[in-house]
């Protein structure tokens, strides 16, 4: 028998058992189930995730801006800032024929002068142009501004401690500094009321610019001596003062303005008189709330 050449053998094929086995079915099916429960698991934890976290806005501080009128460093008087011309000013304009009567009857007029001098009111004052004497606005901004009760004039702070531990904690949580003035051309301040010697420092008073408030009476003014005597600063003679920061000022703006539009009273122009209290709560720990609050006509 003849046996085949190498060369032209063909090699038969080698059979390979191509089939997945019971092993591979049970791993991929816990690989699925694995994914699967993550996925489930990540859309629970954002689902809780946006209920426990609340995302809000910041809001804006509100700040009340009360056009108070005022006549700022001009002296009191009668006239107002832009004066009308005078005869003695356009002296064109002037009538000879008055100018000669009034002559004619100065040595007439001279005997009763001195009675009529004390009667120089607005209309007499104002015959000339310069004979004003600044204007008839209060003090404060320049300005014709509206016919409202400045916030110095009708608000009234009433503090309520049982010493003097718990009254320095409720002035440091506004960050109000206490002040003596008088007897020297500077302002001394005492802060950090709660420290056992607080910060003293001074200052001029045309550089300040805050609110202040000034006591009526009562056993918490002494506190306020014995504060400003452990910073080191003499109150014999002197005025004390409160310093509200600017911040606490609006805040109070806003606490005032809130319970007036509860009583029906939304016009800045009817704001008699407001007196706060200070309790427990807010962010500070403690905040101002209106204990009384006092109305009028608003003017037109």
Known sequence: MTSIPDSIRQERPIEVDMHVSRYDQVAGMLISLLILIGCAVGILFIIWLTMTLVFTQAAVPIKLIENVAGRGDNP????????????????ELAEPELEAALEAVTDAASS????????????????KGEGGRGDSRPPGPEGEGDDIIPRWERWEVRWNSSGLSAYTKQLDAFGIVLGAAGGSPKVDYASGLSKGTPTRSDGTSKDEKRLFMTWKGGT?????????????ISTRGRIMFQFYPEEVEDELAVTEMANAVKAGHSNVKEFLKTIF?????????????????????APP
């Open 76 to 91: 009191p008087g009668f006239e107002r800032d832009m004066l009308a011309p005078g005869m003695e000013e356009m002296p």
């Open 112 to 127: 009763v002068a001195a009675s009529t001098d004390v009667l120089n009111t607005a209309s007499s004052v104002t015959s």
């Open 220 to 232: 918490l003014e002494q506190f306020d001596r014995t504060l400003l005597g452990r910073a080191g």
């Open 277 to 297: 209290g200070v309790r427990p709560g807010g962010r500070r720990g403690f905040e101002f709330f209106v204990e009384e609050q006092r109305f009028r006509v």
